[in-house]
């Protein structure tokens, strides 16, 4: 039987996992091939759900953004999210469409990360007697633990400002008086709670989008070059945006 083997990032890739070796004499009846996804596939699947969670990233930005435009401004934004799309959608549909796309993106984000870390370390044939402090999975490690991080801040924040529970406001129709009141500066812990949250949110950006563009075809020298920049300058952007607003509430520059 013929197998396929590409081989994609240090990730050994098997089109198609054949369970019956061709030396092998049994009589028993042979076991259909497994299927499985192929490592490219997964790699695909990741660039394009981290693409649309990048998306979604730099929209939210924009909008937290408003906020300094004025509090009604905020609000007035805040409302529209719930009417984008009607009279076509009814009220708040779009928003609901919106939470599912995202969910199904973070799953299958997160589901092709872990298949593919686990093909990772199988395709290692012996697992390295000694292993150095600094090496190549140093990225993938900081990945992992990022992503558990950021999964944890958004369950957090989506109980803090959107569904008002752990809010000391927890006003669904004033979402600016919510940020105003997370971030005073007798609440200085949610404030550094949401600056590491954050910086964790730009590594694995700048981790992720270096991947992606790599993985879309940016694989020459310069191409790589060129990747590591737009991915550092995507980053620091989120990471200035998001950060201005709850430090801007600390300081006091919005009240
Ligand atoms: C300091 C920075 C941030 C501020 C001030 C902020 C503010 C807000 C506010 C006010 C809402 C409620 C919107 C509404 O229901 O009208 C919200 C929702 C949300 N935020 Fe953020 N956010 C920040 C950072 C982030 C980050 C870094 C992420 C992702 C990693 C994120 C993901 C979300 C999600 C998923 C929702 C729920 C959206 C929905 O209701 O469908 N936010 N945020």
Redesign the pocket.
């Given at each position: 039987m013929k197998v396929t083997v590409l081989s994609v990032d240090r990730v050994a890739v098997d089109t198609v996992d054949t369970a019956v070796r061709p030396t092998q004499t049994s009589t028993a009846p042979k076991a259909k091939p497994k299927k499985r996804r192929s490592s490219v596939g997964l790699k695909l699947l990741m660039a394009g759900t981290g693409l649309l969670l990048v998306l979604?990233?730099f929209a939210?930005m924009a909008g937290?953004l408003k906020?300094f435009v004025g509090g009604d401004a905020f609000d007035h934004y805040?409302h529209w999210?719930r009417d984008i799309g009607t009279p076509l959608l009814p009220h708040t549909w779009y928003?609901w469409i919106?939470?599912a796309v995202?969910t199904v993106a973070v799953l299958g984000h997160i589901a092709a990360a872990v298949i593919l870390a686990r093909r990772a370390r199988l395709a290692r044939p012996v697992r390295y007697a000694h292993r150095p402090k600094v090496q190549g999975s140093y990225a993938a490690r900081t990945m992992r633990w990022g992503g558990v991080i950021?999964l944890l801040?958004?369950i957090f924040?989506?109980l803090d400002?959107?569904t008002g529970t752990v809010n000391p406001v927890g006003d669904?129709r004033h979402?600016h008086a919510?940020?105003v009141a997370d971030f005073a500066p007798s609440r200085w812990y949610v404030t550094l709670f949401?600056t590491l949250?954050?910086v964790a949110?730009g590594f694995h950006l700048r981790h992720g989008i270096f991947s992606a563009l790599r993985t879309l075809g940016q694989q020459s020298p310069r191409g790589e070059r060129r990747a590591r920049t737009i991915a550092l300058a995507l980053s620091l952007v989120l990471v200035v945006g998001?950060?201005s607003?709850?430090f801007a509430v600390t300081i006091g520059a919005i009240k």
């Open positions: 979604f990233l939210h937290n906020i805040a999210l928003l919106q939470r995202l950021i801040f958004v924040h989506i400002l959107t669904a979402p919510n940020v949401y949250a954050i949110v998001y950060l607003v709850p």
